[in-house]
Structure formats: C-alpha cells, structure tokens
C-alpha cells in the first residue's frame, strides 16, 4: 500500500490505547499499513510463518530476523530531475541469508507490477550486492516479495508477472507471487499459526455491513462468532507458548482497532466487537494472574522442599562428623591398647 512520497506519517499501533472516530479517519487506509508494520516491527516472529507459507520455506520459529531499510530516493517522474521517496512496506533478511519484500495492499493498483521493481531493485543494490573475490563481478540478488491483497479481489492476478528485456534482447521473467488474504478460513490461519493475518480479517465483514444486505442481528452473532474462534487462536498459541502475554494483548487491541476501522458507522457491530474483546482480554488477564500465583506457589513450595532438603544435608553432615569423631576416638583407644599390649609383652 506504499507509495511514493516526501513524507509519510507513522503511528505505531503498540502505543494506540484507544481509536477515537476522528483518528480512524485521519489514518484512513493507511491504518491496516500501520497494522502490519506493527506487528513486525513489535513481533518480528510473527513474519517467519508467514514467510514459510509464502514462500514454502521451513524456517524454525526463532529464526534469526534484520529489518532493513524501507526508504530509497529515486528520481521524481515530473522530469525536472528531482528526488522523492520511495516507501516500501516491510523488508527484511532471515537468518543472515535471504531478503524478503511484503507489500500489503488494499486497492487493486495496476502499477503495481512496476511498484515492485521500483523497490526490489534498490533493496537488491544496497542490501543484496556482493562483488565476487576472484572474478570481481558484482552479483545482485532481488529480493523474494510478494503482494499480499487484504481484501477479496477476484481480478488480482495469480502471480504477479512481468518481463524484462535486456540489452542483448533476451527477456527475463519476474514473479512475484499474490496472496488473497481473505482466501484463508479462520481455521487454516489456526493450522498455519498466521496470526499476523488475523487483524485483517475484519475486512471480509465491510461489503456485508456497509451495505446492510443482512439482519443487524444476523451480524452481530456472525461476528460474535468470528471473534471468538479468532481468539481462541490466540489461546492456543499462548497455551502452545508461541505468544507472550505482552503479545497477545496486543494482538487483542489490534483486534478491536480493526473493528473499529471496518465499523466505523455501524455503531452496533462496533460495540459488540468491543464487548467481546474485553470480555476476553478481562479472562486472560485474570486466568494471567491465576496462573502467575500458582506459579508463585509452587515456587515457594519448592524454595520450601528446598530448605528442607538443606536441613537435612545439615543434619547428615553433623551426624557424619559425630561419627568421624567417634571414630577418631576409637583410633585413638585402639593406638593406646596396642602400647599397652606392647609393654606388657616386654614385660
């Protein structure tokens, strides 16, 4: 959803406690923008499943993750050769090795094939170059981007294609493969653990409540639903400790932002999504608590169990030394007996 431009405005989504009517406005598209860079920039870990699916990787949850540089000057197109900005969403390198490029787009962009290369080419320059020891050649590798269309778009093509022609006439295809967000059910996010997709999810609800082709109510309980097994995602991979607790609330309140974005006039659906968010979020916290107390319990228990066991290591060793006493006793006894019998046997 980049584009070029002098200056865009960044708002970090960690540090949003609560989206009035006036800042959804002001963001516009570029909240969902601001979604997704917060959740790389917050939770890098939640980019390595998405990159697997893309790109039929096999990276281990820890992999290694370095943001790289999104910003790049190019010559503006006016031709009055001055310079402006290009944005790109989301780069970064895994493990040390390969770069990767994800473009989070909204809207269909017919120039987005071009937007691509426009990117890639300077990620390839600065962070994919490398000059061959031997040979001296410069070798550029692109990056492996991809599109990923947050809403359902039936015309958005499947890959991206695009030739390039060079010099001596041979022609070179680039693809760059398209991913249709809203393709992907709740329960195949759950199997893939692509939370990172979750708050964006919101989106497949906007054509149905903007355009009230259903019973409010019939919303309000779709929505209820969704909510719920949404969340209950995140349960499990707290459970499965691939979320932190920081990390699941904040994936709770960017739930909610969502919401509040995608209904943004249906006051109704925006209350119910509120009411079950923090609903949840009040369970968590308290199941949170209860889980930190136990835990606290059977530390004290332990440090307990512990003491106990120094007491009695405390009593062995005494009663060891009691006997090594006795013992040098006895020695001591048997030494004296021994030059008693001496004596009496010169006798």
Known sequence: MSNESSVTPQTNPKVIDFVSQKDLDALGIHLWDEIAKGIAMSMPAQLIPVVNEIFHRDYAPDADIDFLSTEYATLDKTGYHAYSIVLSDITF????????????????????????????????????????????ELH???????????TGNNSNPQPLSCQIQFPDGSMHPCDVP??????????EIRQKHLLMFLPFTFLRFRRDANANKKPIKGLVKELTAFLEEAILILDEEFQSEL????????YMRLLRISADRVFIHQPILREEAQKVTERKLKFFKEYVAESKAEIAS?????????????????EIADQKAEIA?????INELKAQLAQYQAGQGRH
Do not use: C, W
Not at 300 to 305: C, V
């Open 178 to 187: 398209v991913v249709e967000l809203q393709h992907y059910s709740l329960e």
């Open 298 to 314: 059977q530390k004290a228990e332990i440090a307990d169990q512990r003491a106990e066991i120094a007491d009695q290591k405390a």
């Open 243 to 250: 979320l932190s607790e920081m990390d699941y609330t904040e």
């Open 93 to 136: 390198r895994v493990n040390r090795e390969e770069i990767y490029h994800l473009e989070f787009q909204i809207q269909k962009d017919s120039r987005i094939s071009i937007r691509i290369m426009e990117y890639d080419f300077p990620i390839a320059l600065r962070h994919g170059s490398t000059i061959d020891p031997e040979t001296q």
């Open 325 to 329: 006493e006795k013992d040098a006793l």
């Open 140 to 150: 550029v590798s692109l990056p492996h981007s991809s599109v990923i269309y947050l």
